[in-house]
């Protein structure tokens, strides 16, 4: 038994732990929903990954993503979690593509390399349901992530079918783009209960690509936390 996945398989059991080191995730979007998620898979013994995110850190990150502190300021996203899942677990594969995801970019990145399980926390409703439509296609598992931002209540977090959830524009707009397939019935995300706060968005300026919106430390973290137990569990079959 390894010392680092010691108390993991005291609960999970040593089968469980080979299989997690068998798996290969793909994580689109390394933010703050995204980079938790890579933390716990990490902690959890997942031995292979790559991890997919154009963005660096910058100071408003901080309130929130566990990937941003201040000597990180201005480095990619995706190559911090990488640097920083290696130094809690030096065994893993970690592949890093610094670089935002688009529709026409997603066959291409699926097409790269055989992923057991794709996390998706894009936040680009083309790219995120082009991402969905083909990992259905190829029959990989996938678990995505909806609005976490304007909200306060993390006991209103659930995973629920798309074609369930409420109170949220990311999942009305992507349920809209999927509309006439039978993938809004069978994809399993996060989400909240919890009405947004419509105080708590400012809209979109002149050159920007979306508007800003409030979030606080914890949600985002529950989001992620949710998506690795998700992961872990039906790897597991626990």
């Known amino acids: 038994m390894s010392e680092t996945t010691s108390r993991t398989e005291l609960l999970l059991g040593k089968d469980s732990i080979a299989r997690l080191a068998e798996q290969n995730i793909l994580v689109i979007g390394v933010g703050g929903v995204g980079g938790y998620a890579v933390e716990m898979l990490g902690r959890a013994g997942i031995g292979h990954m790559t991890l997919v995110d154009g963005d660096n850190v910058e100071p408003?990150?901080?309130?929130?993503?566990?990937a941003a502190l201040t000597t990180t300021i201005g480095c990619n996203k995706a190559q911090v979690m990488a640097e920083r899942i290696k130094q809690i677990n030096p065994g893993i594969d970690v592949r890093v593509i610094p670089?935002?995801?688009t529709e026409e970019d997603v066959c291409r990145l699926l097409d790269s390399r055989k992923f057991t399980f794709i996390v998706d926390a894009i936040d680009s409703v083309g790219a995120k349901c082009r991402l969905i439509t083909e990992a259905f296609a190829?029959?990989?598992p996938i678990i995505s992530s909806m609005g976490a931002g304007a909200r306060t209540k993390a006991s209103e977090i659930h995973i629920e079918k798309l074609s369930r959830t409420h109170h949220d524009g990311l999942s009305k707009a992507v349920r809209k783009r999927l509309a006439g397939t039978k993938i809004p019935d069978r994809l399993d995300v996060v989400f909240s209960n919890e009405q947004a706060d419509p105080e708590a968005v400012l809209p979109r300026l002149e050159g920007s690509a979306k508007g800003t919106v409030g979030t606080v430390s914890w949600i985002p973290a529950m989001f992620g936390c949710h998506i690795a137990q998700y992961v872990v569990l039906k790897i597991t079959g626990k």
Do not use: G
């Not at 408003?60 to 566990?66: G, V, Y």
């Open 60 to 66: 408003s990150n901080l309130n929130r993503q566990i």
């Open 99 to 101: 670089q935002f995801i």
């Open 138 to 140: 190829r029959e990989i």
